[in-house]
């Protein structure tokens, strides 16, 4: 405490002489350049573009703010790459991005192409805050690596309890497709049944390519689960849901956010409902200040926000509130400004991070598909200590 004490004085007392030293008419500008990199091309891009608009809007509000960094009034610029969902990709483009001389970055968006891009990152020791909910990703002992959503962790606990305390079920089966995002969810959701007083009786793998789940289904039909999560994307659980169906499997099929979309409605069709997911969060009207950031989204680019953009301009601004504290844009001056950050963003009155990066509020939300529609069921909320 008395550190922090310290440095405030210390900072406000350079914003003092700084105020002596130049004049607002004489301030220059200095662009603060920011990384960012997701899938923006492919069958993934809808998310991209999603999370790039939260982010940009956080950023051209942040330019309205003249916001005084290293004794000059940043202008926020955003580097844009785009990932294609590929680790190798990925790589390529932080290089890349590192190389534009950026001062921190906001993304990935894959926790496959996260990961990988990390170890660029954190080598040329700049802050970044990922969508990715990987655990992998903030559990690598790097001091640069932050989330802007839930962790799979954390939301794979939510979903394995819910699965045994709400849907009361003692026995389950779990499939994954080998993904770092369907594996990763999997196991934690494995761990949470366990620890909840359930049983994992089958643990079945397949590809995100696959879309003949037949024979894993009929030996998975043969233990009479008491319910089914699937770990990976909509393009799989949607023809996975109808299988069941054709198969006669009554037990009800859980999955995590990646389920939760218009796609798996339209490739399951009537077999949809009854289907289980989870999301990491709570719904944009439950969102500390969800409604106004729905009205300034959907002034700026004419369209409803999906479910990422309202993290990523939090996870923006969370870097910005950092360099604001530190008075300066410089990594190695507001990376300890972020990693103790405390402040209330449009997602969360109580957006802070622990020691590994990740968020300390952890929110899930569970989704029933009911007459073919996603309906919210539950929402599961641990507050910041």
Do not use: C
Request: aromatic share 8%.
């Amino acid at each position: 405490m008395q550190s922090t004490k310290g440095f405030k004085l210390l900072a406000a007392t350079a914003s003092v002489l700084a105020g002596f030293a130049l004049s607002p008419a004489q301030a220059a500008d200095t662009t603060v350049k920011l990384g960012f990199a997701a899938p923006l091309t492919g069958p993934q891009s809808h998310y991209g573009e999603d999370m790039k608009n939260g982010l940009t809007l956080a950023l051209e509000e942040a330019n309205k703010q003249n916001i005084q960094l290293d004794g000059k009034t940043a202008k926020f610029e955003l580097v844009t790459r785009d990932d294609q969902a590929d680790p190798r990709t990925a790589v390529q483009v932080a290089q890349q991005i590192v190389d534009e001389g950026v001062q921190g970055i906001l993304g990935h968006f894959n926790s496959g192409t996260t990961i990988p891009a990390s170890r660029v990152y954190n080598d040329a020791g700049l802050p970044q805050i990922a969508m990715a909910t990987s655990p992998e990703y903030t559990q690598q002992n790097y001091d640069t690596t932050f989330r802007m959503m839930t962790s799979d962790t954390q939301q794979g606990a939510a979903a394995g309890e819910f699965i045994v305390k709400d849907l009361k079920a003692k026995t389950v089966a779990l499939i994954d497709d080998r993904t770092a995002y369907g594996q990763g969810l999997a196991d934690q959701v494995a761990k949470a049944v366990e620890a909840n007083g359930g049983k994992v009786i089958a643990r079945e793998y397949t590809t995100d390519k696959a879309n003949d789940f037949t024979s894993i289904l009929t030996n998975i039909k043969s233990k009479a689960p008491d319910a089914i999560f699937f770990g990976g994307l909509d393009a799989q659980s949607g023809p996975m849901r109808r299988q069941m169906v054709t198969l006669g499997i009554k037990a009800p099929l859980v999955s995590g956010e990646m389920t939760r979309s218009d796609t798996f409605l339209k490739l399951a069709g009537d077999a949809a409902n009854g289907t289980y997911a989870s999301l990491a969060g709570v719904p944009l009207k439950q969102m500390a200040a969800g409604e106004k950031f729905e009205a300034d989204y959907k002034a700026r680019f004419k369209v409803e926000p999906g479910v990422y953009a309202p993290y990523a301009y939090d996870g923006a601004w969370n870097m910005i509130t950092a360099m604001k504290e530190a008075g300066s844009a410089k990594p190695e001056s507001y990376l300890p400004k972020l990693a103790s950050l405390q402040r209330t963003g449009a997602t969360s009155q109580n957006i802070a991070y622990d020691k590994n990066g990740d968020l300390k509020e952890i929110s899930v939300t569970i989704y029933e598909v009911k007459n073919g529609k996603w309906e919210m069921v539950k929402t599961m909320v641990s507050k910041a200590n």
